[in-house]
């Protein structure tokens, strides 16, 4: 939604710089990568092309906004002093709701228990942390805390999320080959998760550690809630009971804030950004 008092803070060019460096930085290093460092060191690789979103946020916020700016930025995201319902929210909640949801619906529908078979639960933070530190969790600074305000000085909220769940799933196109899918199904995921995320950060109050949180929670915790079959007869595939999961959710989150997803902003000159620089 464009802001009319004011010019918005993250110009279209720096923006548009933001996706090239993005694309660019991550797909530099994972389509060479992949192809010259065999398994299981090639994630070594990933771990370094996650990084991409998060670089790329801050060269184009130097390039575009100065180093002063980029400082309070970067200072204002990481903040750790917010609620603690934020942290549980972020860690547990919202990852276990979705791990509850996707088996209960993997059930429902005739697929076999299967809980005896994932990883233990005292394992949950050993694979937590890493994951929000490292593959995953770490794009967040890029995705969140520099291309979603951008995008929401431009564009209604759900139009936001479309536009950055699209460049998000798409970003990940070198990587369909490992994660046995393909681009369709991804986007069918991505898109509703995008909405989950963005609300997240919306009512994260500009910290962007919940996030990273959550985005490494839903990662991980299929393996805490393993579906090891397809269910109605090969086509309810993970994949796709998990997007439903999404979708119902992402819809139901829309329905609750009319929209808004948490965005307090609009014409009359509210921004993210300014909320965030004058709580710091």
């Known amino acids: 939604m464009t802001n009319s008092t004011h010019s918005p803070v993250i110009t279209s060019r720096t923006l548009w710089l933001y996706f090239a460096l993005a694309f660019g930085i991550t797909w530099g290093i994972l389509i060479p990568g992949l192809n010259l460092v065999p ?3 090639d994630i070594l690789v990933i771990i370094v ?13 130097r390039t575009g906004q100065g180093r002063e700016a980029t400082r309070t930025w970067l200072k204002s ?3 750790l002093r917010i609620p603690g319902y934020l942290y549980l929210a972020g860690a547990f909640l919202l990852p276990i709701g979705v791990g509850v949801a996707h088996y209960g619906l993997y059930r429902l529908l005739g697929g076999r228990p299967a809980l005896a078979e994932g990883i233990p639960w005292y394992q949950y933070l050993a694979y937590l942390i890493p994951t929000a530190l490292l593959t995953g969790g770490n ?3 890029g995705w969140r805390s520099f291309a979603l305000p951008a995008l ?3 564009f209604h909220p759900v139009a936001a999320s479309a536009v950055l769940g699209v460049a998000h799933a798409f970003w990940h196109w070198p990587l369909m080959g490992r994660y046995e899918t393909d681009m369709g199904w991804y986007l069918l995921n991505v898109l ?3 909405v989950l995320l963005n609300w997240c950060y919306l009512r994260s109050r500009g910290s962007v550690v919940p996030v990273m949180l959550f985005h490494a929670g839903v990662n991980v915790i299929g393996s805490f809630f393993p579906t090891p079959h397809d269910v109605l007869g090969g086509v ?4 796709l009971l998990r997007s439903l999961v999404y979708w119902v959710g992402a819809a139901a989150v829309i329905a609750a804030t009319k929209g808004r997803l948490g965005w307090q902003g609009g014409v009359d000159g509210a921004r993210v950004t300014d909320a965030v620089a004058s709580d710091v």
């Open 192 to 194: 509703p998760l995008t």
């Open 139 to 141: 794009e967040e600074p």
């Open 236 to 239: 309810g595939t993970y994949m």
């Open 49 to 61: 092309a996650a990084f991409g979103p998060f670089a790329a946020a801050v060269v184009a916020m």
């Open 152 to 154: 929401l000085e431009r």
């Open 39 to 41: 398994p299981p060191l």
């Open 77 to 79: 995201m990481f903040r």
